[in-house]
């Protein structure tokens, strides 16, 4: 564990990476957020990729970081080696990064104060990637809902990660250490993949370096929730291409756990009983590791939205898997793929 809190510590250079595709109604908060953050001025760089915005975003970036000479703003132009979106544009920005540590964020979240320090404490000298935890924020229940949601599946990631299972690392949230990131030659060497962060996180594991999910409030960033049914199914439809390439029992889990229902009617069919034992463990278990979730990162305030969470698990999991299965291109900023 680095301890940058030790007198005889050196603190090292950290970098900061950003996305930002029209982003004009996030970007500055983003940027406002990591211009509070509790780091030597001198000792971390932040790097913003514009790319390729039609809106204002490369503007107002621009004059936010008129006065800032730790900020850099790149216009990210087309590959010539067929890199596309995200990956294009984390690819420039690590070719630029000079820092020990490669933190990554989107332009619609707002990372903590503390967020490097306590992100930087987990790297010890042989953990390649670290992950914190965010959640989506807004006022409504839809909202709500989306925030159970995160922290649920953040919560027995992180639980898993505690039994040295890998399981995936959140792109908006992540640090990688640059002897890791080098060591599997950079985004530009991996497969393309519209769940970067996860292709990253599973290289370098596949590299022999160890990783940590963080759950904790140190650690916790906010992030901007869907607005639309239509767009959670296209959120949906693109984080399960990424894990469809987990391990097979943790496929057949998250099966189960979309599929609640129709499981439940088709062994209800057989035996009630066995169906309304499943499901009381299946509400056990969610129950106990919401628990865990809502403690470690002071949320208990969402509790008031868990039955609302149930009824939303059962009726969108299924949706959710018809609409992975249709033959449709996943639209992410924009683009296709």
Not at 123 to 152: E, S
Request: net charge neutral; with cysteine; proline share 4%.
């Amino acid at each position: 564990m680095l301890d940058i809190d030790q007198p005889d510590v050196e603190v090292p250079l950290v970098s900061i990476l950003v996305a930002a595709r029209n982003e004009e109604s996030t970007i500055l908060t983003c940027l406002n957020a990591i211009e509070g953050l509790d780091w030597p001025v001198d000792k971390v760089e932040v790097l913003i990729g514009n790319d390729q915005s039609t809106d204002r975003t490369g503007e107002l970036v621009a004059e936010f970081i008129r006065e800032r000479p730790s900020y850099q703003l790149l216009t990210i132009a087309e590959s010539d080696s067929g890199l596309r979106g995200k990956v294009n544009v984390l690819v420039q920005l690590a070719q630029r990064a000079r820092g020990r540590f490669l933190f990554f964020t989107d332009a619609d979240t707002q990372v903590p104060a503390g967020w490097l320090t306590a992100m930087t404490q987990h790297m010890a000298d042989q953990t390649g990637v670290v992950t914190g935890v965010t959640l989506p924020d807004g006022p409504a229940i839809f909202h709500k809902v989306q925030g159970i949601d995160w922290l649920y599946n953040l919560t027995l990631t992180h639980l898993m990660s505690g039994l040295k299972i890998p399981v995936t690392a959140m792109g908006n949230n992540m640090v990688v250490s640059r002897q890791a990131y080098d060591a599997v030659g950079g985004y530009e060497s991996l497969p393309f993949s519209v769940t970067e962060d996860y292709t990253l996180f599973r290289a370098i594991i596949e590299r022999g370096y160890g990783f940590q999910n963080v759950l904790s409030e140190q650690v916790l960033a906010r992030t901007k929730p869907v607005e639309s049914w239509a767009a959670w199914l296209q959120q949906r439809k693109r984080w399960m291409r990424g894990a469809m390439n987990l391990p097979g029992w943790i496929v057949f889990a998250l099966y189960c756990q979309y599929l609640l229902v129709p499981l439940l009617l088709l062994v209800g069919n057989g035996s009630a009983l066995l169906a309304m034992g499943l499901y009381g463990g299946h509400f056990l278990i969610q129950s106990i590791v919401l628990s865990i979730g809502f403690r470690r990162l002071r949320q208990t305030k969402l509790w008031r939205y868990a039955l609302l969470f149930e009824i939303y698990q059962l009726i969108m999991g299924p949706l959710a898997i018809i609409y992975y299965w249709l033959p449709t291109k996943i639209n992410w900023k924009g683009r296709n793929y």
